[in-house]
């Protein structure tokens, strides 16, 4: 069997925000990981809508926006990887407006 194909990239060239862009309006289903100098995390979407998170540190929304304001390091999508939980009950919208306010906060 053929593997799946994989977006992968580098955060410096193509930000968190226009990938998850990407996904969302291509309703893609699967994983994006996120790896920077901080440790790794996992965004798992569904028909381009984000429904699980997971770092090193954090689960849920607060996860989701720490992948979504990663600066730097590499990321890749992984298709058709089921979430092992749902804990997002939010759009790739709201999830970026509110990682937005969150960089504002605290910079």
């Known amino acids: 069997p053929a593997l799946a ?12 925000f226009a990938v998850l862009q990407m996904l969302e309006m291509g309703r893609k289903t699967g994983v994006l990981q996120v790896g920077t100098d901080s440790g790794t ?5 569904v028909d381009g809508a984000p429904v699980h998170a997971e770092t090193k540190s954090q689960r ?8 979504a304001n990663a600066a730097s390091g590499r990321f890749s999508f992984e298709p058709s990887r089921a979430a092992p939980e749902h804990t997002v009950q939010a759009s790739v919208t709201e999830l970026l407006l509110e990682a937005s306010r969150y960089l504002d906060e605290n910079s």
């Open 60 to 67: 849920g929304f607060d996860a989701a926006i720490a992948i």
């Open 41 to 45: 995390g996992s965004l798992w979407l």
């Open 5 to 16: 194909e994989c977006i992968q990239g580098d955060l410096a060239e193509i930000p968190p």
